[in-house]
């Protein structure tokens, strides 16, 4: 690429982000945001704005997966360890892109991840009332949990160890 054509390139670029319009695909919703405060959402089309005053952002609403780290869970008499898989989307753009810094997904994952491991420590048993328990912390979050499937079981023998202090 020549010198002139690096620079026709970059006055489009610069030229587009000058026009108010943004296209947001039909799997995203646009949030328009007037001096730092969410306003108008739509899905799929054009979404009109004023430079300078408004902003766009447009987040992703397909599902979304992520596994948990290993886990390991008393149950019984047996400590039992495993993994989980989550499956879950963004249902309301405005509510997830408020509760972002600097569109960081990652940080929404491990909130997600963290919720998730919490409800499965508790009740690990019940896997309808973990994911409710996850849906209603996350709910005010504009994210649901689609599915929540457990793996890699691995159960393994827990001894107790008694011994008087100072043995070796």
Not at 6 to 12: C, E, G, N, Q, R
Not at 20 to 31: A, D, F, K, W
Not at 81 to 90: K, L, S
Not at 134 to 160: C, M, Q
Request: net charge neutral.
């Amino acid at each position: 690429m020549t010198g002139t054509d690096s620079i026709i390139s970059v006055i489009f670029d610069n030229l587009a982000r000058l026009l108010p319009v943004r296209v947001i695909y039909n799997y995203q919703e646009g949030v328009r945001w007037t001096f730092g405060r969410p306003g108008r959402t739509k899905r799929g089309g054009w979404l009109w704005f004023m430079p300078f005053i408004q902003s766009v952002s447009a987040e992703d609403m397909r599902d979304r997966v992520f596994n948990t780290g290993e886990q390991t869970v008393r149950d019984k008499n047996e400590l039992v360890t495993f993994r989980a898989v989550v499956r879950w989307r963004v249902y309301s753009a405005k509510q997830f892109a408020c509760r972002l810094v600097d569109d960081q997904e990652e940080e929404a994952v491990d909130i997600i991840a963290a919720v998730v491991q919490g409800a499965l420590l508790r009740h690990f048993n019940k896997p309808v009332k973990v994911i409710e328990q996850i849906n209603k912390t996350v709910h005010t979050w504009g994210v649901a949990i689609e599915d929540l499937s457990l793996t890699d079981f691995a159960p393994t023998t827990a001894y107790r160890v008694y011994g008087v202090a100072g043995e070796v």
